[in-house]
């Protein structure tokens, strides 16, 4: 069993940048791919980042690419999503999720998610 917690997100201006984290309890925690997801107001959550339980393989969607980086500590049990050059349409709630098989794309592989933190982005 995994607990997620997500923090970090907020208002801020276009151009500017946050780092969301997403705690997790659990002992297992290195041995789970993690995701971060979003969204915005509508029926569809997209996937946004993904890394390897060892943090040595990263995945972005095409829309953050160069924007976003995510990253993991394993010791701290927590993955991170630093967030630069946000624009309006990055305006969700993102949430984070862990994974233990499957593509890192798609949201039902994911057996695990945190409640959601927002972000809004103003022009």
């Known amino acids: 069993q995994v607990q997620l917690v997500e923090s970090g997100g907020g208002l801020v201006q276009a151009g500017g940048s946050l780092r969301l984290s997403c705690a997790a309890s659990g002992r297992t925690f290195s041995s789970y791919t993690m995701g971060w997801f979003r969204q915005a107001p509508g029926p569809e959550r997209e996937f946004v980042s993904a890394?390897?339980?060892?943090?040595?393989?990263?995945y972005y969607a095409d829309s953050v690419k160069g924007r976003f980086t995510i990253s993991r500590d394993n010791a701290k049990n927590t993955v991170y999503l630093q967030m630069n050059s946000l624009k309006p349409e990055d305006t969700a709630v993102y949430y984070c999720?862990?994974?233990?098989?499957?593509?890192?794309?798609?949201?039902?592989?994911?057996?695990?998610w945190g409640q959601g933190t927002q972000v809004t982005v103003s022009s």
């Open positions: 890394i390897s339980w060892s943090g040595g393989l990263t």
């Open positions: 999720a862990a994974s233990s098989a499957g593509s890192y794309y798609f949201g039902h592989n994911y057996h695990y």
